[in-house]
């Protein structure tokens, strides 16, 4: 059952800790993504790697980390410089390297800042 | 930064109608991509359209692209209470250094049993 698997669904966090969310893809993909989304917004570039280790910026990365140490899973820390850190976050990925490729997305992490 | 601007951001329709969805953008593009997400999810690909081709069909799904308006259109035909979701617009862009995906703000689409 090919799929994107991310880890856990909600996640909550006290002020000043980081936490990490897990995205796991079995597609054989060589792109992944990291987004982050706001109600009612649409969805911001947070990383992205296009091969394993090596990753890029997005739009809005301040406050977070990633690695990409296997070609499979593509985690992310959020650290507790991110000053609004509540947002639910989506993990993608693509074949190939170009990141306008289709992509395809995980479920989603919620996290909420307590 | 945010390039696809869909239009309206809410639409509720009774089922068996059509639904239209517009999407507007700003820089040259390599293709336009139409997402859906039902609440609380992750997004589901529906149709890409490159910016050579002007139409395209899926199922119930016709998508048009007019890059001299930048702008393009979703229309589910025949529409059923799950098509209930939002829609995301994002433009595939190929600038110099630039091999972004960039999504829209969405449309709300409530169908009406």
């Known amino acids: 059952d090919g799929g994107i698997t991310q880890s856990p669904k909600y996640l909550f966090r006290k002020e000043g800790q980081n936490v990490t969310l897990s995205c796991e893809q079995n597609?054989?993909?060589?792109?992944m993504y990291w987004y982050r989304q706001d109600p009612g917004q649409g969805l911001r570039l947070i990383y992205y790697s296009q091969i394993v280790n090596d990753f890029q910026k997005g739009d809005i990365a301040e406050g977070y980390s990633v690695s990409r140490e296997k070609k499979e899973s593509f985690p992310l820390t959020v650290t507790s410089a991110q000053k609004n850190p509540t947002a639910f976050y989506l993990c993608a990925s693509s074949i190939g390297k170009k990141i306008y490729n289709e992509q395809f997305f995980g479920p989603g992490t919620r996290l909420t800042v307590l | 930064s945010q390039q696809g601007e869909e239009d309206p951001q809410a639409l509720s329709i009774q089922e068996g109608e059509n639904a239209t969805m517009n999407c507007s953008y700003k820089?040259?593009?390599?293709?336009l991509q139409w997402y859906r997400q039902n609440s609380g999810r992750g997004l589901v690909h529906l149709i890409l359209?490159?910016?050579?081709?002007r139409e395209k069909h899926s199922g119930r799904l016709r998508v048009t692209l007019d890059t001299s308006k930048k702008s393009s259109s979703l229309l589910i035909t025949a529409s059923r209470a799950a098509d209930t979701a939002s829609y995301f617009c994002?433009?595939?862009?190929?600038?110099?250094?630039?091999?972004?995906?960039?999504f829209g703000k969405g449309t709300k689409l409530s169908v009406i049993p």
């Open positions: 820089t040259s593009i390599n293709n």
């Open positions: 597609l054989n993909h060589d792109a």
């Open positions: 994002a433009t595939g862009n190929s600038g110099a250094g630039s091999y972004q995906l960039t």
């Open positions: 359209i490159r910016s050579n081709e």
